[in-house]
């Protein structure tokens, strides 16, 4: 059976050429006839629709969102359709690289370099917030820098609404997002997150930035784990000559703690500035006290979720867990040692 070949055009807009394709869709360089400007056209697959009408309902939710949002850091949608059996959103074509692009040329970035995007990207993300959108994805690939070295937000498809989440895509300890970046909450529910946890995602991608790796890794569920449970890894590990106040910035991003990370974005491009321009910021000399409080790991839920995607490993119980471990067992011999006493006595 031969697949179905996209169309040519999509609405108003002519595609030339392909530009590259994720799990959410192909993105293609067009042009939009009536407004004689360059677009890029993002198709859900077609595959993705028939197995479940769910992700054309996310797909046009992400250009209803998108379509309120008017600000310099974040990629505009300008149409949305259905051509033929396709669906597609029309975007406005930024002409240079992702964030993910950029590290992969250079290896890493100057950690200025890298505090200027994440400043810009907080400002987009300041203002989704305010519009009550969280983003939910933030990683290096949904971060462009454009032609004239602006930073701008790309992908909504996992974005929700603080409010109210009217649409009921998300379900109850859903897990959503991209596992290397997600905040230790998104991890066990996708519903109970605010903006913090794109705060979070961000000090996780500004971490892959200049360190030039992301800072946890392993499958799925052992990376997972480790942003519940362990310590953020010194970026001095990768960069030695950064500044503490660097360090101290990242890690109060990056607190498991919703309450212990930056109380608003206002307060972090404060802390960004500061940084940038020498000065001591507010966050000088955190310490996580979270983790002492650290939740035990990704709730069960989360790692049924993950069996079908990756192999699941057995992390290293708590002390509390494995001392019930130990009682159980206890009970056991006890019975057992028990019902042999009666079946010797009866013999």
Same mark, same amino acid.
């Given at each position: ?11 108003? @807009? +002519? ?42 309902? &996310?797909?046009? *939710? ?5 379509? *309120? ?7 505009? +949608? ?18 240079? /690289?992702? @964030? *993910? ?40 690939? %949904?971060?462009?820098?454009?032609? =004239?070295? *602006? ?6 498809? $996992? ?51 200049? @360190?030039?790796?992301? /800072? ?30 660097? @360090?101290?910035?990242?890690?109060? #991003? ?6 212990? &990370? ?5 307060? $972090? ?19 996580? =006290?979270? #983790? ?11 790692? %049924? &979720?993950?069996? =079908?995607?990756?192999? !699941? ?9 494995? !001392? ?20 010797? !006595?009866? #013999?």
């Amino acid at each position: 059976m031969n697949e179905e070949r996209p169309p040519s055009t999509y609405g108003k @807009c +002519v595609v030339e050429r392909k530009l590259g394709e994720g799990g959410m869709g192909a993105v293609y360089y067009g042009h939009h006839e009536s407004l004689d400007v360059p677009v890029a056209i993002k198709v859900l697959p077609r595959y993705l629709d028939i197995k479940d009408p769910e992700y054309a309902h &996310r797909f046009f *939710r992400e250009a209803r969102l998108a379509a *309120r949002l008017s600000h310099p850091n974040i990629v505009r +949608v300008l149409d949305s359709g259905t051509e033929g059996n396709h669906h597609y959103l029309v975007m406005e074509y930024i002409d240079g /690289p992702t @964030c *993910r692009d950029k590290v992969e040329k250079e290896g890493r970035l100057d950690w200025k370099e890298a505090v200027d995007v994440v400043k810009q990207v907080a400002s987009g993300l300041g203002y989704a917030a305010d519009k009550g959108i969280i983003h939910r994805d933030i990683t290096p690939d %949904n971060i462009m820098i454009d032609s =004239e070295g *602006r930073a701008r937000i790309t992908d909504l498809g $996992l974005a929700k609404e603080a409010a109210a989440d009217r649409t009921g895509v998300t379900r109850t300890g859903a897990s959503l997002g991209t596992p290397y970046y997600m905040s230790p909450e998104q991890i066990n529910s996708a519903r109970d997150v605010d903006f913090r946890a794109d705060i979070y995602s961000l000090g996780i991608t500004l971490y892959h930035l200049v @360190c030039g790796v992301v /800072p946890y890794t392993g499958s799925t569920f052992e990376v997972m784990t480790k942003h519940v449970r362990e310590p953020l890894p010194s970026p001095k590990k990768h960069v030695e000559d950064l500044p503490d106040a660097f @360090c101290d910035v990242i890690r109060m #991003m990056t607190a498991k703690e919703p309450e212990q &990370r930056y109380e608003s974005y206002e307060a $972090l491009t404060d802390d960004l500035d500061r940084l940038l321009e020498g000065e001591e910021v507010s966050a000088a000399g955190f310490t996580e =006290e979270s #983790m002492v409080i650290a939740h035990e790991g990704p709730s069960e839920d989360m790692g %049924n &979720r993950s069996q =079908e995607e990756t192999q !699941v490993i057995n992390p290293q119980a708590p002390a509390n867990k494995r !001392v019930i471990y130990v009682a159980v067992a206890v009970v056991i011999v006890v019975i057992i040692a028990a019902v042999t006493v009666v079946l010797m !006595v009866t #013999m």
